[in-house]
């Protein structure tokens, strides 16, 4: 016996948008990261060529993506701790302690090379 098939009219553009709007709600944004990738299913949907083994590989790399850059600052404060340690001295900078307290934030101080 064939197991049942969910999905049984062919894969077209609208499949694709439907992955578009699941992955904008789930992040709130598409990334610019991640148009390529819709560029790609849709040209497939318009060739007729999608199909559903591209269709879930796209669904599970989109479902990786994790937002552009830092989601904190802890590692800008990991360096700049460490550049302290090394140099020796503050040379007007903060201290270690300062940074580890949180009392440097954007805009208080100049972080310096």
């Not at 790609?40 to 994790?66: C, I, N």
Request: proline share 8%; hydrophobic share 35%; aromatic share 4%.
């Amino acid at each position: 016996m064939l197991p049942h098939v969910e999905n049984a009219h062919p894969l077209d553009a609208s499949d694709v948008q439907e992955l578009r709007v699941r992955v904008q709600r789930r992040q709130g944004v598409i990334y610019p990261e991640q148009e390529p990738r819709f560029r790609d299913l849709d040209r497939l949907a318009l060739q007729g060529a999608l199909t559903a083994v591209a269709l879930s590989e796209a669904a599970r790399t989109l479902s990786l993506f994790k937002q552009p850059g830092p989601r904190d600052r802890r590692w800008a404060r990991a360096e700049l701790v460490a550049d302290l340690a090394l140099s020796g001295g503050s040379c007007g900078q903060p201290s270690p302690a300062e940074v580890d307290e949180g009392h440097i934030r954007d805009g208080d101080a100049p972080l310096g090379d």
